[in-house]
Structures are given as structure tokens and as C-alpha cells.
């Protein structure tokens, strides 16, 4: 039975070991989680943004050139215009 003093000491010093590196994976995995999350956030700000300045140069746009559906076809120009 002296044997297997030392081997149960060997073997939970692996398991001390293992869990120790799962410890430090498991730290790296929450800055990463918590940096693709600020860029997530960030990239969401910026697609409401764009979302915001695409419908401002649609209205723009409108208000430059009516649609050809609802103009009145006798202010159009000529076709050789």
C-alpha cells in the first residue's frame, strides 16, 4: 500500500495542474468573450448610424429627383434633352 501513496500525490498534483491551466484558458476566454462583445456593441452604434444617414440621403434624394411614378408626365423633359 505504499505505492500508492506517492501515486494518488502524483496524480492529484495533475489534476491540481490540469484544473490550474483550465483556470487560466477559461480568464483568457472571458477578456476575449468581453472584447468581441464591446465590437459587437460598437459595430452595432455604427450600423444605426449608417442605417440613420442612408434613410437622410434617401429623403434627400426624394426631395432632388420625384419619384417618375408620381410626377405629372407633362413636366418631363424632351427625349433629346
Not at 18 to 32: G, M, S, T
Not at 61 to 70: F, I, K, N, T, V
Amino acid at each position: 500500500m505504499a505505492a500508492s501513496v506517492p501515486q494518488c500525490t502524483a496524480v492529484a498534483g495533475l489534476m491540481q495542474d490540469e484544473i490550474e491551466d483550465l483556470q487560466v484558458r477559461f480568464a483568457h476566454q472571458e477578456v476575449a468573450i468581453e472584447a468581441l462583445h464591446e465590437t459587437v456593441l460598437r459595430q452595432d452604434r455604427l450600423i444605426a448610424e449608417m442605417r440613420d444617414e442612408l434613410a437622410r440621403v434617401k429623403h434627400m434624394l426624394h426631395e432632388l429627383r420625384p419619384s417618375l411614378l408620381g410626377a405629372d408626365p407633362g413636366h418631363e423633359p424632351p427625349p433629346h434633352y
